[in-house]
């Protein structure tokens, strides 16, 4: 691929929130379709809308890109910083007459628009300032442009060809009165002037791509190749938002699951490589290709995810999975590399579905207090054990710590008391691991250690 032709693909989020499910998707897409062809994957932040953009939504894009590991080539850019390049742009249109100011009042635009109405006639604007002649000059404008007649065809690589009629386009406005210009506009300025190969979006952007292609040609520009991803369901079959539940990237960082996990899950939402379902990011990237987009909808489906997360709990290395549990407890140094920790992830692993449940499962090696379930231990220290279990931790304190003369403690205590071993290693659980769940009652013992074990063996009974 010649340097001329080299892909360049963007990701161009506006600035008034969280990076979302869709977004992270939009990126995503862009970015193994950069790196597919060794091309170049820009971020471009659209804060046009003065009034919604933050610097804090920045951040918080640019923090939801950076955990995903979709690190951008180029950027960011901000479109507040290149007014005067789209100045000397919308100068152009108007010099050249393919733009031309509009002097109505929002009043006559409704009186044109509600007109249009009752005859039955779409309402948009009539072009009636398109000849005007006698400009105030102490009155406010627009400028808008002039759509000329005809028709344009999207060559979409996802959908297709898509022919739309202009006369289903009004003459836009491409910069309000107060001068600043508009989304349609500076997006077709931005992608001429970043040299974008290909414009990869979500379909609520396709309304907007016969406005754009027409005033890419109306400045003469190189224009890039459109695809438009379908949309993001929720399970009920309606457009993905907040009462879907989690929407944001760091949501679901915050609730304990790996990125890989989100990526893994994104790519499959809206393409599909034969039945795989695991993908490493390299695979991704050697495999995705617009052609294997789909024009349907995507389900979100977020058993799924929670079925994905769970497989790279169990299946990635050690090491990233106790790198990702120090966001959801404190871990001491010396416990990283400590065998016990190993065994304890180990022997956990199986039984949770995101880092946060994994977190809570291993609490009892890694934090020195622990609280038992309430509910449990009134369940399990019953009359009938007090005694037994009182007896078992005189037995732990006395005797050896090897796992043979704990079992043989046991043996002697159950059998003294007519107990079944459920009856006290249920309770010894709950008072060494904080709940039913964790690793075998003497593998517990072995890991916890003796002092920390008797420790809580008496803290659990007072």
């Not at 609520?204 to 379908?230: C, F, M, R, S, V």
Request: hydrophobic fraction near 35%; charge should be negative; proline fraction near 5%.
């Amino acid at each position: 691929m010649t340097q001329a032709s080299k892909v360049r693909v963007r990701f161009a989020p506006s600035p008034t929130g969280f990076l979302h499910i869709g977004g992270a998707r939009t990126a995503l897409f862009n970015y193994l379709y950069a790196k597919k062809h060794q091309g170049s994957f820009i971020l471009r932040i659209e804060d046009t809308d003065r009034e919604r953009s933050t610097p804090e939504a920045v951040e918080a894009i640019l923090d939801g890109l950076t955990w995903l590991g979709l690190n951008w080539d180029e950027g960011p850019f901000f479109q507040t910083e290149r007014q005067s390049l789209y100045q000397k742009e919308l100068e152009r249109l108007l010099e050249s007459g393919k733009a031309y100011r509009c002097y109505c009042s929002p009043q006559e635009l409704d009186q044109m628009r509600e007109s249009l109405k009752a005859q039955g006639k779409k309402p948009m604007y009539d072009g009636r300032c398109k000849h005007r002649k006698d400009a105030p000059s102490d009155q406010a404008f627009v400028i808008r442009f002039a759509v000329p007649e005809g028709q344009t065809r999207i060559e979409d690589l996802v959908k297709g060809p898509i022919d739309i009629a202009h006369r289903e386009i009004e003459d836009l406005v491409i910069a309000r009165s107060d001068g600043t210009p508009t989304y349609n506009f500076v997006v077709v300025v931005d992608d001429h002037e970043m040299r974008m190969t290909h414009v990869i979006r979500g379909d609520d952007h396709l309304a907007n791509t016969p406005k754009q292609i027409l005033l890419g040609e109306a400045l003469d520009y190189d224009l890039p190749q459109y695809a438009h991803l379908p949309l993001i369901l929720g399970k009920d079959k309606t457009r993905l938002s907040k009462r879907h539940g989690a929407t944001a990237v760091q949501m679901y960082r915050d609730q304990g699951y790996f990125p890989h996990s989100i990526i893994n899950f994104l790519a499959r939402l809206g393409w599909s490589h034969k039945d795989q379902e695991i993908f490493s990011l390299e695979e991704l990237i050697e495999k995705f290709d617009l052609d294997a987009v789909g024009t349907s909808p995507g389900v979100f489906n977020e058993e799924k995810l929670l079925w994905l997360n769970q497989h790279y709990i169990k299946d990635k290395p050690y090491k990233e999975v106790i790198e990702g549990l120090g966001a959801f407890i404190e871990i001491r140094p010396d416990q990283i590399d400590d065998p016990k920790s190993h065994r304890t992830i180990e022997v956990l692993r199986d039984r949770a579905k995101t880092l946060k449940e994994l977190a809570e499962l291993a609490a009892f090696h890694f934090s020195d207090q622990i609280t038992p379930d309430p509910e449990l231990k009134k369940k399990l220290y019953t009359d009938e054990v007090k005694d037994a279990y009182q007896d078992l931790i005189l037995e732990i304190e006395n005797n050896s710590f090897e796992e043979a003369d704990l079992e043989k403690s046991f043996s002697q205590v159950l059998k003294t008391h007519g107990l079944k071993f459920p009856q006290l290693g249920k309770l010894v659980r709950l008072a060494l691991a904080g709940g039913p769940f964790g690793p075998g009652v003497f593998e517990l013992f072995e890991i916890v250690g003796k002092e920390r074990s008797i420790q809580r063996l008496r803290a659990l009974i007072g």
